[in-house]
């Protein structure tokens, strides 16, 4: 096999040194999943890359408030000033990072995203009204809205320009029809996109002249390459703050979902009100050593998560420079998922499935992310440089085969 090499980023840097074969010994869901692909001990030397984890080991702030957690025997409940002091990191983060630091009372501890977005159509949209949702989507906002008895309306996005957009006539004729909650993920899992301002207004144009309102997933926040920057959906303006609920986490930036820490940010006072009043199951499943690892990372972690930003960048810089015959290919401005559009190879079986068999390298299937995806796959960027080479490499010599 040809090896490829890259310009970006340091010719050798530790993340380069972590194997398949010590990622598969680690046995994350990434790496041994589906099992009787892998076979035993992973024989079938595939590579693991779909679900949104990265392969590089976390900060060591936030791996020294996990040891402080068990070394002081912190699993007990959650105190307020623990969370309190993760508000305040938080708040402090996203104004140093994006320019707006919401009020620390209105930024309340959740487990994660979606603990966030079923609390958020439960008690912040209208009872019984359906959910809205650009698609192709994270997966589990197309099953998750039925599992909770509200209808989900997707509206495809448009291939607008070599990139995918939001289709706002669509999503104004779901409101139009009944429809009280938009989704609104941004950064954009899985299509990379990071929306301008622009777009955001118009967002905010549509929402209110229904008196809608947005659940806007943030938790890829962090993640943005190149000249993109993340712009909080509810800093744009007093109507989008007035008709926002925000979720995030520190989770996708410091690779750390088990910890089951994530954050709702309230941005009105109503709302902040009605959370005190509604949100406490939401709140109850947070993990105390998540809440104290997530203080860590907002406030110590940021010279690690600068140091994966340049490591992605290196390897966004990989995939955009290497030939994938027939693929048409997404290099993410925000999020490490790639997006590969198989469409025209004319495969006659889900893409994910023969990239799995004839390359081994294990993506997600667009078809999961809807039916605006069918015929794509996501491929995560976040593993060592040298293994992100082979992935490519391999799919590159399943196209020519
Ligand atoms: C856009 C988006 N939202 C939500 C989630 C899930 O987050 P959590 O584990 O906090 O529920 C993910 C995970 O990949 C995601 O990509």
């Not at 025997?73 to 993760?86: E, K, N, T």
């Not at 209110?208 to 962090?222: K, L, Q, S």
């Not at 993109?228 to 609920?245: I, L, N």
Request: glycine content about 10%; aromatic content about 8%; hydrophobic content about 45%.
């Amino acid at each position: 096999m040809t090896r490829l090499v890259t310009t970006a980023g340091p010719a050798s840097h530790r993340f380069d040194a972590l194997t398949a074969e010590h990622m598969r010994a680690g046995g994350s869901w990434k790496w041994s999943t589906p099992g009787e692909w892998h076979g035993p001990d992973g024989r079938h030397g595939l590579i693991g890359a779909f679900v949104a984890e990265m392969d590089y080991p976390v900060a060591e702030a936030v791996a020294d408030a996990v040891r402080a957690c068990a070394e002081g025997s912190r699993f007990g409940y959650l105190p307020d000033a623990w969370v309190a002091d993760m508000a305040a990191a938080c708040a402090a983060f996203w104004g140093e990072r994006f320019g707006w630091a919401p009020d620390p009372a209105r930024v309340r501890p959740v487990p994660d995203v979606l603990t966030a977005f079923t609390a958020t159509v439960r008690h912040f949209s209208r009872p019984g009204s359906a959910i809205v949702l650009p698609t192709p989507a994270y997966m589990p906002f197309l099953t998750v809205p039925g599992m909770i008895d509200r209808e989900l309306v997707q509206t495809p996005m448009p291939w607008v320009g070599g990139r995918f957009v939001l289709d706002l006539d669509a999503i104004d004729r779901a409101f139009a029809a009944g429809a009280g909650l938009l989704v609104l993920t941004n950064p954009h899992n899985p299509t990379g996109r990071v929306f301008s301002d622009a777009e955001l207004a118009e967002v905010t144009e549509v929402v209110e002249r229904h008196g809608a309102r947005v659940f806007a997933d943030e938790i890829h926040a962090p993640l943005t390459f190149g000249g993109a920057r993340h712009r909080p959906y509810a800093a744009t303006s007093d109507a989008a703050a007035a008709h926002t609920v925000t979720a995030t986490s520190a989770s996708k930036a410091w690779n750390t979902p088990g910890l089951k820490c994530g954050q709702v940010i309230l941005s009105n006072e109503a709302d902040a009100a009605h959370w005190a009043a509604t949100g406490y199951l939401a709140e109850h499943g947070t993990a105390t050593p998540g809440v104290l690892a997530t203080t860590a990372a907002y406030r110590e972690g940021g010279a690690w998560l600068d140091e994966v930003l340049a490591y992605l960048e290196g390897n966004r810089a990989l995939l955009a420079g290497t030939d994938l015959p027939g693929l048409d290919v997404i290099v993410p401005d925000g999020t490490y998922l790639a997006w590969l559009d198989a469409r025209g190879l004319g495969l006659g079986e889900p893409p994910s499935a023969f990239f799995a068999r004839e390359a081994g390298v294990v993506m997600t299937d667009g078809a999961a992310c809807g039916e605006a995806g069918r015929g794509g796959v996501r491929l995560n960027l976040a593993m060592a440089r040298p293994v992100l080479a082979e992935a490519l490499d391999r799919l590159r010599a399943a196209l020519r085969a």
